[in-house]
């Protein structure tokens, strides 16, 4: 009987070890930050980022890099996310470990809120001054008032260096350069211990004495009088002119110090330039459209008609940030991030040029672990099966075109 306890106990020993050990080096990457966990249909449906360009993906402390690319503005947005009339182009990162020196959309700086229009397609710059060392995964992304954060593609970028180094240096209008990182904070530390300590000083006056049971017994039995003294009173009135008298000064040499300041600068934006897209020579139309649960990949059926003069073929389809390229047709330069980016991801039935003036009804798999990954495939649990996304067709001189495609999305079961 003993031996068997014993050998049980051992072996709940040794299992636990196991288990310890096992969560000691099981440490887990978050390669996405909250996008996978948002409705794959609104992924979809609401703003496609593309040619997108990470100018760097490792920098060292206060130096700069940027994020640039383009996003259309989906013109069949879901009705659950408020239309995008108060927008704000933000930065996915973990915290300020990039700090914005800048973020422009159509050539225009934009610190406040902005003004986008459905079925718009805009051109938009970041720039990113490296922080906190690290690896990050920046994403960009759009704030949207009633709507929530659009989180666009992330990219793994390293910072290098000690963040002791960092400065933020700025030179206002009055002519003095200041850094950002610490302006101000002795000031902002110095007063609000000095108010602190006013406010300290003025309990410990009273807590010196005695402070419950005798003055409740003062008080019950009507003496209430008693217990604050003509000192007390003088001192009650030296921390009140005191206060008053130190608010005058602070505010007064404040303002001698600090002769110019301006308020708060805020506003919406509107009037933001949206990109002239070329009128598009080719007519998409999608027959049907469906996506096999549980699995990788989503098939649609695609007539395509060439209204141009030059012969096409059809080199990616972009949906909720996953591109799947055709590797006959297209080759990803811009090192876009490895788990959305299918190479090889997109497969057509024909895709021979299509002539000038020829239409041609296609089978198009879009197939990638991404589509699991990224949990398209979690369209099932959606109010609205419908998709959308972007194709990208080359004419033979590499010419590129945009058609937006948009249909329902019906599940096929094994
Ligand atoms: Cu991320």
Same mark, same amino acid.
């Given at each position: 009987?003993?031996?068997?306890?014993?050998?049980?106990?051992?072996?709940?020993?040794?299992?636990?070890?196991?288990?310890?050990?096992?969560? $000691?080096?099981?440490?887990?990457?978050?390669?996405?930050?909250?996008?996978? &966990? #948002?409705?794959?249909? @609104?992924?979809?449906?609401?703003?496609?980022?593309?040619?997108?360009?990470?100018?760097?993906?490792?920098?060292?402390?206060?130096?700069?890099?940027?994020?640039?690319?383009?996003?259309?503005?989906?013109?069949? =947005?879901?009705?659950?996310?408020?239309?995008?009339?108060? &927008? *704000?182009?933000?930065?996915?990162?973990?915290?300020?470990?990039?700090?914005?020196?800048?973020?422009?959309?159509?050539? #225009?700086?934009?610190?406040?809120?902005?003004?986008?229009?459905?079925?718009?397609?805009?051109?938009?710059?970041?720039?990113?001054?490296?922080?906190?060392?690290?690896?990050?995964?920046?994403?960009?992304?759009?704030?949207?008032?009633?709507?929530?954060?659009?989180?666009?593609?992330?990219?793994?970028?390293?910072?290098?260096?000690?963040?002791?180094?960092?400065?933020?240096?700025?030179?206002?209008?009055?002519? #003095?350069?200041?850094?950002?990182?610490?302006?101000?904070?002795?000031?902002?530390?110095?007063?609000?211990?000095?108010? +602190?300590?006013?406010?300290?000083? =003025?309990?410990? *006056?009273?807590?010196?004495?005695? $402070?419950?049971?005798?003055?409740?017994?003062?008080?019950?039995?009507?003496?209430?009088?008693?217990?604050?003294?003509?000192?007390?009173?003088?001192?009650?009135?030296?921390?009140?002119?005191?206060?008053?008298?130190?608010?005058? +000064?602070? @505010?007064?040499?404040?303002?001698?110090? +600090?002769?110019?300041?301006?308020?708060? #600068?805020?506003?919406? @934006?509107?009037?933001?330039?949206?990109?002239? @897209?070329?009128?598009?020579?080719?007519?998409?139309?999608?027959?049907?459209?469906? +996506?096999?649960?549980?699995?990788?990949?989503?098939?649609?059926?695609?007539?395509?008609?060439?209204?141009?003069?030059?012969?096409?073929?059809?080199?990616?389809?972009?949906?909720?940030? !996953?591109?799947?390229?055709?590797?006959?047709?297209?080759?990803?330069?811009?090192?876009?991030?490895?788990?959305?980016?299918?190479?090889?991801?997109?497969?057509?039935?024909?895709?021979?040029?299509?002539?000038?003036?020829?239409?041609?009804? !296609?089978?198009?798999?879009?197939?990638?672990?991404?589509?699991?990954?990224?949990?398209?495939?979690?369209?099932?649990?959606?109010?609205?099966?419908?998709?959308?996304?972007?194709?990208?067709?080359?004419?033979?001189?590499?010419?590129?075109?945009?058609?937006?495609?948009?249909?329902?999305?019906?599940?096929?079961?094994?």
């Amino acid at each position: 009987m003993k031996t068997i306890k014993d050998k049980v106990a051992k072996l709940s020993f040794v299992a636990l070890l196991m288990a310890l050990t096992s969560a $000691m080096f099981y440490t887990p990457t978050a390669s996405a930050h909250g996008e996978k &966990s #948002q409705a794959a249909f @609104m992924r979809m449906r609401t703003i496609h980022w593309f040619d997108l360009d990470w100018s760097k993906d490792e920098v060292a402390v206060n130096d700069t890099m940027t994020i640039s690319g383009k996003f259309h503005v989906f013109a069949g =947005w879901p009705e659950t996310v408020d239309k995008p009339e108060v &927008s *704000f182009l933000n930065i996915g990162i973990p915290g300020p470990v990039f700090i914005r020196a800048g973020s422009w959309i159509g050539g #225009q700086l934009v610190p406040r809120s902005v003004s986008l229009e459905l079925g718009d397609t805009y051109e938009f710059k970041v720039l990113l001054k490296a922080r906190r060392p690290g690896d990050w995964h920046v994403h960009t992304m759009m704030n949207v008032e009633g709507g929530g954060p659009i989180i666009g593609p992330g990219k793994w970028v390293t910072i290098t260096g000690s963040m002791g180094e960092f400065v933020n240096p700025l030179t206002t209008l009055t002519g #003095q350069t200041i850094d950002l990182e610490d302006y101000a904070l002795d000031n902002v530390y110095f007063w609000h211990a000095l108010w +602190y300590s006013i406010g300290l000083a =003025w309990l410990i *006056f009273w807590i010196k004495r005695p $402070m419950f049971i005798p003055r409740h017994i003062a008080v019950t039995s009507g003496k209430a009088d008693t217990l604050i003294s003509a000192t007390d009173k003088k001192v009650a009135i030296g921390f009140a002119v005191g206060t008053l008298a130190l608010l005058m +000064y602070g @505010m007064g040499s404040t303002n001698e110090k +600090y002769p110019i300041t301006t308020p708060l #600068q805020a506003g919406l @934006m509107r009037g933001i330039k949206p990109i002239e @897209m070329p009128e598009t020579s080719v007519a998409v139309k999608v027959e049907d459209a469906t +996506y096999r649960v549980p699995g990788r990949a989503m098939q649609m059926t695609l007539t395509i008609t060439n209204n141009g003069d030059s012969a096409i073929r059809l080199g990616e389809f972009n949906t909720a940030s !996953v591109r799947f390229l055709d590797a006959d047709v297209l080759e990803d330069e811009s090192g876009y991030p490895d788990d959305l980016l299918a190479e090889e991801g997109l497969t057509v039935s024909d895709n021979s040029p299509i002539a000038p003036g020829e239409s041609r009804t !296609v089978e198009v798999t879009a197939s990638d672990a991404a589509w699991e990954v990224y949990r398209l495939a979690d369209l099932i649990y959606d109010p609205d099966s419908r998709f959308a996304g972007l194709l990208f067709f080359f004419d033979e001189d590499g010419n590129r075109q945009m058609v937006m495609v948009d249909a329902p999305l019906i599940p096929s079961f094994i």
